[in-house]
């Protein structure tokens, strides 16, 4: 289970995020053993800089893709703030790099792999549920 991080003042637009030392291993492999959230993942890691979730081109409903974002931060594997009325993600790497050294690339390594294998189709079949 995810430790509970601190929660936002009411009517706050600041986004609850674990500290890194609330992180765990199992919470960040559960965020990322979904196909759409490796796929936000390895598009932010790409990038190495902020997106916006608008410039996420994800094969679900506005509710679940904001559900998978909600995962990805709950886990500390991503950061989400506003900018004016755009909510930007970046990559924890550093965090996530600290505290679990080297898991970060091998997963990233192992997706662009497994990508390739299966001629870039990410998500398959997938619906989005969990």
Known sequence: MIATAPVAAAGSRDLPHPAPEEIRLEGVLHALSDPLRLQIVRE?????????CSQFE???????????????RE?????QIYRG????????RDDLDDLFPGLLDSLLDAAARQAARHG???TPGHDGGE
């Open 44 to 52: 932010l890691a790409a990038d190495a800089d902020e997106l916006s």
């Open 58 to 72: 994800l094969p679900v409903s506005k509710s679940t893709t904001t559900h998978h974002f909600r995962v990805l």
């Open 75 to 79: 886990a500390g594997v991503i950061r």
């Open 85 to 92: 009325t755009a909510k930007m993600n970046g990559l924890r």
């Open 120 to 122: 870039g189709a990410e």
